[in-house]
């Protein structure tokens, strides 16, 4: 699978680029299914909050940007439908759109919903996630980003690639998510990571590791 982990979605020219590099196609001519679960399990994210991400109109660009058809992947709904139903969908559209939230919470039902499972399998397909999107392809999250606890406990999630991510980095509106906080956040961590800006993404394709940046992005 090829992953474009944003901070806040496609939000500059350089992101969409990278985007549209990673699709083979323009995103005019691209299916996506888009995937809110993240955002009921976190306590700042309600169903508004969901609304906004299906209709494209959020401030993180992403079910807006053009796409030839959409649709929603509703996690939570998959055990009950069945994968022979659903798995034929994620098959059939070019890229998965995952919203953020909380990763913990997103992590839980790729895994409950069978998707997990899936995605190692979709050689080509491309993920972008957005905040908790991105994150839950990493190893861990770090205590400070708990919010969901899942049964089982701990920080992990889904590991496809070696990092970790520290997004929204000097956001004007989380004075908590400094250079100096990321550092210590990363200190507890035993794999690299990442803080990124929302003008930054980390680019992933057959192993090979990018960031798109606009903005500012530190590796730790």
């Known amino acids: 699978m090829k992953l474009l982990l944003t901070s806040a979605g496609v939000k500059n020219p350089s992101i969409r680029r990278a985007l549209v590099d990673l699709l083979g196609k323009p995103v005019e001519e691209a299916d996506a299914l888009c995937i809110p679960t993240a955002g009921y399990g976190h306590p700042m994210v309600g169903p508004a909050g969901a609304w906004r991400f299906i209709t494209g109109r959020s401030a993180a660009p992403m079910c807006g940007l053009g796409w030839r058809s959409m649709g929603v992947l509703e996690l939570t709904a998959l055990p009950g439908i069945g994968a022979e139903r659903w798995r034929p969908w994620v098959r059939q559209a070019d890229v998965l759109l995952a919203g953020g939230g909380d990763a913990l919470y997103l992590c839980h039902w790729m895994r409950r919903s069978g998707l997990a499972e899936l995605l190692p399998s979709l050689?080509?397909?491309?993920?972008?996630?957005?905040?908790?999107?991105s994150m839950v392809m990493t190893p861990r999250i770090g205590d400070d980003f708990v919010e969901w606890k899942p049964p089982a406990g701990g920080d992990e999630t889904l590991g496809l690639v070696d990092f970790s991510l520290f997004p929204h980095l000097d956001h004007p509106d989380l004075p908590e998510?400094?250079?100096?906080e990321a550092e210590r956040w990363a200190a507890a961590l035993p794999n690299p990571a990442y803080a990124i800006d929302d003008e930054t993404a980390v680019k992933v394709a057959d192993g090979v590791v990018e960031v798109v940046s606009e903005g500012h992005w530190q590796l730790i």
Do not use: D, Q
């Open 177 to 180: 998510n400094t250079m100096a």
């Open 123 to 133: 050689h080509e397909k491309v993920w972008v996630g957005m905040s908790a999107g």
